[in-house]
């Protein structure tokens, strides 16, 4: 496992460090927890790696493990029957921090919590055949 890396001007590092306040919940060698300020219901809590990666393909895999270890940890503390267990990698995928984190958002009604809207692609079975292809080539 590679040693852990940091960003001077990452905001989630200087979390990590203590440099920024933060409502701490969980940490552990290879994560650190804490609840989101600006929740989408009570309970929305981050789950960061302590290994600075921008995308989670940056990201060592022991690092990696830990954080879902962890995301499972707070899901069951939050006793909510729904949630949804969130991580974008990239702007346009919606990641508006640079490091890999976790969002554990619990689903208490139809309102609160993470809302989305899924826009389904009709794919031919020769498409599906030829992605399946080229993505086990790859694997």
Not at 42 to 63: C, N, S
Not at 89 to 107: C, D, R, T
Not at 111 to 132: C, F, N, P, R, Y
Request: glycine letters at 6%; a negative charge.
């Amino acid at each position: 496992m590679a040693a852990a890396r940091s960003l001077a001007s990452c905001i989630f590092c200087k979390i990590i460090k203590g440099e920024i306040p933060s409502f701490k919940l969980v940490e552990t060698e290879y994560s650190y927890s804490f609840l989101d300020i600006n929740p989408l219901a009570k309970g929305h809590a981050l789950v960061i790696p302590k290994d600075h990666g921008e995308k989670l393909v940056d990201v060592d895999d022991a690092y990696l493990a830990d954080t879902l270890i962890v995301a499972k940890k707070i899901a069951k503390a939050l006793g909510s029957e729904n949630y949804n267990i969130l991580q974008n990698n990239g702007a346009l995928a919606h990641q508006e921090v640079p490091h890999v984190h976790f969002h554990v958002i619990p689903k208490p009604n139809a309102e609160e919590g993470l809302i989305m809207g899924w826009k389904q692609q009709k794919l031919s079975k020769s498409d599906l055949e030829a992605i399946h292809e080229e993505l086990k080539t790859k694997l």
